[in-house]
């Protein structure tokens, strides 16, 4: 029996604006949320719930956990040289005095 992947997809609603799209272009965002006591004592009382976030392309967008790949791409290109690299390559110039 061949697999149901053509055709109309299933929908889901954004958590943000309540818009209804497919689930294919659905963006998932998973979050940790921690909840704690506060109190400094051996008493303290932590616990954690994971939290799965749908949200429609635009909601993505403007809260920047979507860009797209071409604009990511841009953006990791133009970073700076790190520290540790540009250490490394400065032994071509051990021997000049300046």
Same mark, same amino acid.
């Given at each position: 029996m061949p697999s149901k992947t053509r055709g109309r997809e299933r929908l889901g609603t *954004?958590?943000? *604006?309540?818009? @209804? %799209? $497919? !689930?294919?272009?659905? %963006? @998932?965002? #998973? @979050?940790?949320n921690v909840y704690s006591t506060d109190l400094k004592t051996a008493d303290d009382v932590?616990?954690? @719930?994971?939290? &799965?976030?749908?949200? *429609? %392309?635009?909601? /993505?967008k403007s809260k920047r956990i979507f860009e797209k790949l071409k604009n990511r791409a %841009? !953006?990791? /290109? /133009?970073? $700076? &040289? !790190? /520290?540790? #690299?540009?250490?490394?390559?400065e032994s071509w110039n051990s021997g000049r005095r300046w």
């Amino acid at each position: 029996m061949p697999s149901k992947t053509r055709g109309r997809e299933r929908l889901g609603t *954004c958590d943000s *604006c309540g818009r @209804t %799209i $497919p !689930r294919d272009k659905i %963006i @998932t965002y #998973n @979050t940790m949320n921690v909840y704690s006591t506060d109190l400094k004592t051996a008493d303290d009382v932590r616990s954690s @719930t994971h939290v &799965e976030k749908h949200y *429609c %392309i635009s909601c /993505a967008k403007s809260k920047r956990i979507f860009e797209k790949l071409k604009n990511r791409a %841009i !953006r990791q /290109a /133009a970073k $700076p &040289e !790190r /520290a540790a #690299n540009r250490y490394q390559s400065e032994s071509w110039n051990s021997g000049r005095r300046w």
